[in-house]
């Protein structure tokens, strides 16, 4: 898959992924106390997981083509590794 296409790819999923935390965090400020804290620790934890697959996926755009097949295929197993993760933290939160 050429850069550009990956990386349009990729930021799109960040994008919805930001979104789904977003909505997991407004949804804990509406919920009682008990599920306030399990929500709030889990969106946070995603999220913190989520900048700094960002910050990877920066690192790999920019790096020189000779490095570019395997940071693209880094990038992508790491990629696919967090959304199995966040999925199972998902499903554990709005099952």
């Known amino acids: 898959m050429e850069r550009h296409e990956m990386k349009a790819r990729i930021d799109a999923q960040i994008a919805e992924w930001k979104r789904n935390i977003h909505s997991v965090q407004a949804k804990a400020e509406e919920s009682g106390d008990g599920a306030k804290s399990e929500y709030l620790r889990v969106s946070d934890k995603l999220g913190r997981q989520l900048d700094d697959f ?33 999925k199972k933290a998902w499903v554990g939160l709005t099952g």
Request: hydrophobic letters at 40%.
């Open 54 to 86: 960002t910050i990877e996926a920066a690192k790999a755009w920019d790096s020189t083509d000779d490095s570019w097949d395997k940071a693209s295929t880094d990038l992508e197993l790491k990629w696919e590794q967090w959304q199995l993760d966040a």
